[in-house]
């Protein structure tokens, strides 16, 4: 009886011990994930998506303007195809704070059906490049259908505990080429799913304006749009109309307004004093 | 081992010293109630205890919250009545019988502004004050003062008794005095977390720097003061632990966290195992030396020492003020540090980063901070084994003592 009784403490420790381990390292794994997404990563990339037909290689001239006269941020390219398959090009430099990471897709067709499809492919590039790079914050720029990729994206795709800072669309048509305020299926979509949307987001959209209409390509009111989906749900929405030089469409994200806006929007850099002090970010010259 | 027993028979011949043990022994039960007391406030109770957050107690049983506060506060006043009731008794053994009434007043008093004028100089939160006077089931460290104030009052007494009211007043303004130019002339960050704070500075000897702090820490409680490495002392304002937490944090890996072998990570998380001097491990030497008799002094402490709450046993074995325990007490520490040290230097032991709660079990502690790596578990528990080893003849030559001296009071009695 006293073996047994020795036998059944002896049990009994054991087994106290092994239940504490075993919750212990349930709640450590817990708290560390919660911590983890508390506290935000070194790295916060800025995303590129180009529009449809267009290549991964669309953003070279901007990035080669903004990268001129300053550490030149790296460039990684990733192509997603119709399987899935990621394929890379570029890397990512160490000790780069805001890499520029371009998502391109195989099947860069114009379209509703293809958008989706493409806002689903640059969620499975997300979570790959996220689980890669270890990051949980990031910026946005998306050219034409490149915007709307990305706003599908933060409405459907968005994993919980990323924080998405800045999207900047150039020239996205939200009510796609339409000319009337009649709303198509896809900003009807966009505006029903906008609750999805993070409240602390801050977005620019641009609209070029080479004649009264629009760019040549999207009319102004398209991408006027957006204010259906953003606004009264993100923190700021803020739509800026860029005129003269180099405002075609496809001309627009070399445009060298927008890249000005780019630095002083997106990556907070290169920003002259004029505009810090119109932002607040220096004191006024009394 | 002969002269270990020399030393140690001398040094229990002091009359001071035997009534030190008797003070103690009187105490026993009290100590054990409030040792129990603050094992289950500060595990299940307290917001950050052990067992509350692995069961997310807080939020399972609403019943808890509601009465956190009044069990944190009985803790408190169980653990402060310990305190003042060991200086009263000590006092009144050593002092003559005529002049024990003020001497144990003057004793209580002086030792209630001695650790209140502090907080009440810095307006401390009366929630606080557990933390803040280190009262909450560690009341080992507190007993430095208690004993001090013990002997200069029976000395005052012994020889001035005569002029009692002058002597009261005076040793108690002197300490009240004391206390507040103390609390004036030495700053707050001098103390605290003294070691983290010169951590950047001497971080190139850090396996020596780690042992010398885990003597010091060792020495300091063996005679009942204060260390600032401890069950309770995280060392939150470590630069290196800030540094490898949000390295951890951002790159989800340790390998390379600038700051492998620091305090927290070795001293804190391996050699604190049931409180300092790794005394789950003195717990087990006693438990499986003495687990035939009705009484062992192990059997009450062997729950606050899973909890690293380990005064009950320092302070009955005794342990405190031994000097046959001062080797084990040390070398295990001094060991506990040196397995982690090098398995992390070769590279088999991932660096403890995560913070986990401070009544974490000992062995527990590195496994949980490197989120669940099983080389750290194995460590955890080795370092106990190792300190048992090194415990078990020191154990059995006190136990031996103290059961000689048991038998020696039955035959005079």
Request: hydrophobic share 45%; glycine share 8%; proline share 5%.
């Amino acid at each position: 009886m006293s073996m047994m009784k020795r036998w059944a403490k002896w049990t009994g420790s054991v087994a106290v011990v092994i239940c504490l381990a075993t919750f212990g390292a349930v709640w450590q794994k817990r708290q560390v994930k919660t911590l983890r997404h508390e506290v935000p990563s070194t790295i916060a990339p800025v995303f590129l998506v180009p529009g449809s037909s267009a290549s991964q290689n669309r953003f070279d001239p901007l990035i080669r303007r903004l990268n001129r006269g300053r550490q030149p941020h790296s460039v990684l390219k990733v192509k997603v195809g119709k399987d899935d398959h990621l394929t890379y090009t570029g890397r990512i430099r160490k000790g780069d704070r805001h890499p520029f990471i371009v998502v391109a897709f195989s099947n860069n067709r114009d379209g509703y059906a293809n958008i989706k499809q493409q806002a689903r492919w640059f969620s499975i590039a997300f979570r790959a490049l996220m689980k890669l790079y270890h990051f949980n914050h990031f910026s946005a720029v998306g050219h034409s259908n490149g915007g709307i990729v990305l706003t599908l994206f933060l409405e459907r795709y968005l994993p919980a505990h990323v924080t998405a800072e800045r999207l900047l669309t150039i020239a996205s048509p939200y009510n796609l080429e339409r000319r009337t305020a009649k709303k198509t299926q896809m900003l009807k979509d966009l505006i029903r799913e906008r609750k999805q949307l993070p409240t602390t987001l801050k977005v620019y959209s641009i609209a070029g304006t080479q004649n009264y209409s629009g760019d040549g390509t999207v009319p102004f009111m398209s991408v006027d749009s957006g204010k259906y989906v953003f606004q009264n749900q993100v923190a700021s929405y803020t739509e800026i109309v860029v005129t003269g030089v180099a405002t075609n469409h496809h001309q627009l994200p070399q445009n060298r307004q927008i890249i000005n806006l780019i630095n002083q929007y997106v990556l907070h850099e290169n920003i002259s004093d004029t505009v810090k002090r119109q932002n607040k970010l220096l004191p006024r010259i009394k | 081992m002969h002269w270990v027993m020399t030393v140690n028979r001398w040094w229990l011949a002091h009359r001071t010293v035997q009534q030190l043990y008797a003070a103690l022994r009187q105490l026993q039960t009290l100590l054990y109630g409030a040792a129990g007391l603050a094992t289950v406030n500060l595990t299940i109770f307290a917001k950050h205890g052990f067992l509350n957050q692995i069961f997310s107690l807080s939020t399972t049983i609403p019943l808890l919250k509601l009465l956190a506060p009044f069990i944190a506060q009985l803790s408190f006043l169980l653990n402060l009545a310990v305190l003042l009731g060991f200086a009263g008794l000590f006092t009144a053994r050593l002092v003559r019988p005529q002049f024990r009434v003020p001497a144990c007043s003057s004793a209580i008093v002086a030792l209630v502004l001695l650790r209140f004028t502090e907080p009440v100089m810095l307006d401390v939160d009366v929630l606080q004050l557990p933390r803040f006077l280190n009262l909450e089931g560690q009341v080992l460290p507190s007993f430095g003062g208690a004993i001090i104030l013990g002997l200069i009052t029976s000395w005052l007494f012994n020889r001035w008794g005569r002029y009692a009211t002058a002597l009261l007043l005076g040793e108690v303004g002197l300490v009240f005095g004391g206390t507040i130019l103390w609390v004036l002339l030495v700053p707050d960050w001098s103390r605290g977390d003294l070691y983290g704070a010169l951590w950047p500075i001497l971080g190139r000897h850090a396996p020596l720097w780690i042992v010398v702090c885990v003597m010091v820490n060792c020495f300091l409680n063996l005679i009942g003061m204060t260390g600032t490495i401890g069950a309770g002392n995280y060392n939150g304002g470590s630069v290196a632990v800030h540094q490898n937490l949000s390295y951890a944090l951002t790159t989800h890996h340790l390998t390379r966290v600038p700051w492998p072998i620091n305090l927290h990570a070795i001293a804190t998380t391996y050699a604190n195992t049931g409180g300092p001097g790794m005394l789950l491990a003195a717990v087990l030497a006693v438990w499986l030396l003495t687990r035939h008799q009705a009484q062992s002094p192990a059997r009450a402490s062997k729950w606050p020492a899973l909890f690293n709450v380990g005064a009950p046993l320092t302070l009955t074995l005794p342990i405190m003020l031994n000097p046959i325990m001062v080797v084990p007490f040390v070398t295990s520490s001094v060991v506990a540090c040196l397995i982690p040290i090098g398995l992390t230097t070769v590279r088999w032991l991932p660096p403890s980063v995560y913070p986990v709660p401070a009544t974490t079990p000992g062995f527990l502690r590195g496994f949980l901070a490197t989120n669940g790596n099983l080389v750290a578990l194995f460590v955890g528990c080795l370092t106990v084994v190792v300190a048992v080893a090194i415990y078990w003849p020191f154990v059995k030559l006190a136990v031996q003592q103290l059961e000689d001296k048991n038998e020696h009071d039955e035959t005079m009695g």
